[in-house]
């Protein structure tokens, strides 16, 4: 009877354990889905290398407690000749100079105003330039939270691609003839709002692509788990327990 039992045990922990490290693998992918995604964003599909365009910062709200009241962001380079924030209801925006250059832009949410709610985001923009004439550039930004938290957007992503906890927003510079254009006629014959759009939509196809794999690694899982008992079951019923 003992053996018996012992060997029952083996064939348990054979069968089942597998299936259940499926189910924590599935469970895992699933929940983990999108969460590096989760990070202040850039986009500026006008903006050449050199010229000018309109910048936009999609900034979401992952506190699970406090609002976001305040966002700073710090132009590249030494400055920009030009910049100038759009207005954002319910926030005042503050445009910091130094030697007749912008250096920063500062959003702030007006007294008694929501700001960015926990669980939401926002969108930021300004036209400015001219930008620095190359490939990429960061503009790092720093998060204030109602409850006093501050979260700085500032690291670089290193060579091999890896993404660092707190990324540095990242505009890529396409080439163009934009160097001596005009910051007004780039805020107004530019769609801004449609940058975020775009890159929003592809992140939320990347997000539901790996929901669907996590989905589907849980769901074999759990027909792992179920056929293992069954087999399980099978053993029992018949009275085979050979090691």
């Known amino acids: 009877m003992k053996n018996s039992s012992s060997t029952r045990a083996r064939i348990t922990r054979r069968l089942v354990l597998p299936a259940a490290a499926a189910v924590v693998v599935g469970a895992a992918s699933l929940t983990g889905a999108g969460a590096a995604s989760a990070h202040v964003s850039a986009f500026a599909p006008t903006v ?15 506190s ?12 590249p380079g030494d400055g920009l000749a030009s910049a100038r924030p759009e207005t954002t209801p319910g926030w005042k925006a503050v445009v910091t100079k130094k030697d007749d250059r912008v250096t920063e832009i500062t959003w702030t949410a007006d007294p008694g105003s929501a700001g960015i709610p926990v669980g939401q985001f926002a969108q930021f923009s300004f036209s400015g330039g001219p930008f620095p004439e190359q490939e990429t550039v960061t503009l790092p930004t720093l998060q204030v939270f109602a409850d006093g938290e501050k979260v700085d957007w500032n690291e670089p992503t290193p060579a091999n691609g890896t993404e660092p906890d707190r990324p540095a927003p990242v505009l890529t510079l396409a080439t163009g003839s934009g160097a001596h254009g005009d910051a007004h006629q780039a805020a107004t014959t530019a769609t801004p709002q449609a940058a975020p759009s775009s890159s929003n939509d592809s992140s939320s196809t990347a997000d539901s692509a790996a929901r669907w794999l996590g989905g589907i690694g849980l769901l074999v899982g759990v027909l792992g788990v179920v056929f293992s008992v069954a087999a399980l079951r099978v053993v029992r019923k018949n009275g085979r327990f050979d090691a």
């Open 48 to 62: 050449t290398q050199g010229g000018y365009g309109v910048v936009t910062l999609a900034v979401p709200n992952e």
């Open 64 to 75: 699970d407690a406090a609002a976001t009241t305040q966002l700073r962001v710090t132009m």
